[in-house]
């Protein structure tokens, strides 16, 4: 089982651009989550899924969006990147029976 | 306002001391604490719950409702203890939403 994976690894985009993060998840699991994580800010939660086709916003949804077609996937996009959004992205996933999430590689993304 | 708070940003420790990684939480329920790990190159990864009240690579952590603690404790650091430690906190509803704290670099020196 590869557990979670992020594609891209790494990003660089000018602003103004757009762009999609792919999560994608082998282990069946009903819940999945899109984080931030800057210097001193700890894992800050953008948005996140109860299950396929549903999604919420969390604590800082602002400029981004997202999209749960498929069970095993999470797209989170950018549709007009700022500065503001450089940052390291996590995805993670988790299930309602054990309440533990599991994280993927993240992806480093740049915005000039 | 639901709020995880790790005051100390660098926690650097020799060899053998023992370590406390502090953790306090705002929170008006009965949240489910957590303690998450990163090592360098490595995923983050849970470490302990504090519903299992269990021991994992010699840690501990005690919940204390009355001060709303929820500190990580080992009584001898080793040097691959060393890693980013992030205190977590689940709210009451069937989501597993996951609030962090600020997180804590711990070293541990030779």
């Known amino acids: 089982n590869a557990g979670v994976t992020q594609t891209p690894k790494f990003r660089v985009l000018k602003t103004g651009q757009s762009m999609t993060l792919l999560c994608a998840q082998d282990?069946?699991?009903?819940?999945m989550y899109w984080y931030r994580q800057d210097p001193g800010m700890g894992l800050r939660l953008i948005h996140y899924s109860v299950g396929e086709g549903t999604t919420a916003k969390g604590e800082v949804p602002d400029g981004y969006n997202v999209s749960r077609l498929k069970k095993q996937n999470f797209l989170l996009g950018l549709e007009s990147a700022a500065p503001s959004q450089t940052s390291v992205y996590f995805c993670?996933?988790?299930?309602?029976?054990?309440?533990?999430?599991?994280f993927g590689p993240g992806t480093r993304l740049t915005v000039l | 306002a639901q709020r995880v708070t790790q005051p100390e940003k660098l926690l650097s420790v020799f060899k053998g001391a023992p370590v406390e990684l502090k953790c306090n939480y705002s929170y008006s329920g009965s949240p489910e604490l957590f303690w998450y790990v990163q090592y360098s190159r490595q995923r983050l990864q849970l470490l302990l719950r504090?519903?299992s009240r269990e021991s994992i690579k010699g840690f501990t952590a005690d919940l204390n409702k009355g001060e709303t603690s929820f500190h990580l404790k080992k009584p001898f650091a080793q040097e691959e203890d060393s890693a980013m430690y992030y205190c977590?906190?689940?709210?009451?509803?069937?989501?597993?939403?996951?609030?962090f704290g600020q997180g804590t670099t711990l070293q541990v020196k030779p």
């Open positions: 993670a996933s988790g299930t309602a029976a054990y309440n533990e999430q599991f």
């Open positions: 282990m069946n699991h009903e819940y």
């Open positions: 977590a906190l689940s709210p009451s509803g069937n989501t597993g939403k996951l609030i």
């Open positions: 504090h519903i």
